[in-house]
């Protein structure tokens, strides 16, 4: 079992900048590919970045690319998100996903993963 816990949402104003952290604990956090996706109120969940357990690989939605930046720190047991130029349209509730160990992994996918963060809000004002 792995636990994941958000931090570091808010406000913030369009433009501005958040770094978004998942602490995880449990099994073996450094196998297992990591991700973010939001769901912003009305809409459908999305996703937004993932990384591979050794961090070699990163996928990114159209929507953030050039403007996010995901990374792990394996000693750590935590993922980032760094996300910069922020836009009204990124508001929503971010959560950090994990993968099971020994999983097939699509990024992008939403069933690829089965650990799932309660969330953290970040609202960005125009």
């Known amino acids: 079992q792995v636990q994941l816990v958000e931090s570091g949402g808010g406000l913030v104003q369009a433009g501005g900048s958040l770094r978004l952290s998942c602490a995880a604990s449990?099994?073996?956090?450094?196998?297992?590919?990591m991700g973010w996706f939001r769901q912003a109120p009305g809409k459908e969940r999305e996703f937004v970045a993932a990384?591979?357990?050794?961090?070699?690989?990163?996928y990114y939605a159209d929507s953030v690319k050039g403007r996010f930046t995901i990374s792990r720190d394996n000693t750590k047991n935590t993922v980032y998100l760094q996300m910069n130029s922020l836009k009204p349209e990124d508001t929503a509730v971010y959560s950090c996903?994990?993968?099971?160990?020994?999983?097939?992994?699509?990024?992008?996918?939403?069933?690829?993963?089965?650990?799932w963060g309660q969330g953290t809000q970040v609202t960005v004002s125009s």
């Open positions: 449990g099994r073996t956090f450094s196998s297992n590919t």
């Open positions: 990384i591979s357990w050794s961090g070699a690989s990163t």
């Open positions: 996903v994990a993968a099971a160990l020994g999983r097939t992994v699509v990024p992008t996918s939403p069933f690829t993963y089965d650990y």
